[in-house]
């Protein structure tokens, strides 16, 4: 008996605390309770990327996050498959958020509520500390690209293929400023800094980080994926 009770006591305890958290039955900061619901505004954590993991497949959920911010513009499509052996899902088509973009894109509903939380917590914040400017406008390679990794005729299929990353190349600041991954990454001044902060920042957010000291391929521009679990390089 003693030993069933030793084995059931810690199996009890954890029970008892996931009921706890769920009902809220004692105060926990939301940004740190993995059962509230993720809003733009909480601050970021490490639960913060478990919760956009599970609305991977939670349309509803993930919308309902995003209308949390001011100034997103994104349209909700419907499943559908734009290029044989490419399907997409929870998707949205981003066109504004708070940002401007050199283009809309399709993006995975978690894609575009991982870039607004980026763009609030740490983009932004990075620009006006090392800058002093804001980002208003962002230069991206895209999002959706039916292939896999590297345009290898064999391996896996790249995140793009489920348009689940984004190849961000430069920002521009509200004073006409243009900040370019590719010619800036190694500037010794605040141009580098800020970049370099940037990416750094994005690591919290994103599954996957990827920049010009990874290798060549991405000499000119940022990778943000989701999947992953925090590789940052």
Known sequence: MKRLLMVLLPVLTVLLLVLGLKQQWWPVPRQWNPFTPLMVADPITPVTRWKLRRL???????????????????????DYTPVAGCPLVN??????TGVR????????????????????????PAARAILGQRVSEVWHYGSFACRNIYHRKEGRRSDHATASALDVAAFSLADGRRISVRDDWHDEGPRGAFLQRVHDGACDLFGTTLGPDYNAAHGNHFHLGLRGFGLCR
Not at 58 to 69: E, F, H, K, V
Not at 91 to 96: A, G, L, P
């Open 56 to 78: 991977a497949d939670n349309r509803s959920g993930c919308l309902g996050a995003l209308r949390t911010a001011d100034g997103v513009d994104v349209l909700p499509l419907e």
């Open 91 to 96: 998707v949205v088509r981003v066109r504004h």
């Open 101 to 124: 973009f050199n283009h809309g894109f399709v993006a995975r509903c978690p894609l575009a509520l991982a870039w607004v939380l980026f763009e609030r917590h740490r983009l932004q």
